[in-house]
């Protein structure tokens, strides 16, 4: 299987944005209209897309729910969809609008037992995302700790049934400061299942180097908005890992 580089679309207020940090006081707008962004990142050659519903994961809840379904319904590419959800009929619902993926985070790690009904009702389908920072998963949109550690909270999560992990770095997310690639060469040779990896992309070289990990794919976001490379290029520069 080829690397996947998988543009990120962050849905506040039904706009797409990048936060810095995690810091939904460092909000920067890219677009009005989600799925025409979705469009476009396809028609650039993008094969997945990673939507998140940043009110849904502040809130507890899915929020951007018509935002969601139109990206789904506008593009031919698989969807995977993230944020505020927090039970089997969020997840439900992120299903039937479209979604080829859905992400548990925060409700992985307050109601575990969630990871094992979503993977038997839904196998294949599920990502569990550890957000870290120094070490530590943190939940509620990246604003509360957890008090578990990430790796360990990652090994329980597969042994619950998770097919897939993403691990984020909250510390490099959207801050174009590079990624830890050794947080996630780390998560690729201690799990049994694909790691993808997101957070402080900045060069076509980092995605490269991600590559080598082992990992199955990165969540690119604000590189590409803000133009440090095409999403070709991105492509081209993992096409021989």
Same mark, same amino acid.
């Given at each position: 299987m080829s690397f996947e580089?998988? &543009?990120a679309i962050d849905i506040r207020g039904g706009r797409c944005v990048r936060l810095t940090y995690g810091d939904y006081d460092q909000e920067t707008t890219y677009a009005d209209d989600p799925a025409a962004v979705a469009r476009?990142?396809?028609?650039?050659?993008?094969?997945?897309l990673h939507v998140v519903d940043l009110d849904?994961?502040?809130e507890g809840r899915p929020v951007n729910r018509a935002e969601i379904a139109a990206i789904c319904e506008a593009v031919g590419i698989p969807v995977e969809v993230s944020g505020g959800l927090r039970t089997i009929e969020d997840i439900e619902g992120a299903v039937e609008r479209g979604a080829e993926r859905i992400q548990l985070g925060s409700a992985a790690v307050r109601n575990p037992d969630l990871?094992?009904?979503?993977s038997e009702r839904f196998p294949r389908m599920l990502v569990v995302a550890i957000d870290t920072r120094a070490g530590e998963a943190l939940t509620e949109g990246w604003r509360e700790g957890?008090?578990?550690d990430g790796?360990?909270?990652?090994?329980?999560?597969?042994e619950r049934g998770a097919p897939r992990i993403m691990v984020t770095d909250i510390g490099r997310d959207g801050a174009l400061a590079g990624p830890n690639v050794e947080l996630a060469a780390e998560f690729a040779a201690a799990l &049994?299942? &694909?790691v993808v990896a997101s957070g402080g992309v900045t060069t076509a070289d980092d995605l490269r180097a991600l590559a080598e990990t082992g990992c199955e794919g990165a969540i690119v976001g604000k590189a590409l908005y803000e133009r440090r490379f095409t999403l070709a290029e991105a492509l081209e520069a993992v096409a021989a890992c």
């Open positions: 580089v998988i &543009p476009d990142w396809e028609a650039q050659g993008a094969e997945r849904g994961a502040r990871v094992n009904l979503a957890s008090g578990a790796l360990a909270l990652a090994r329980e999560m597969v &049994p299942v &694909p």
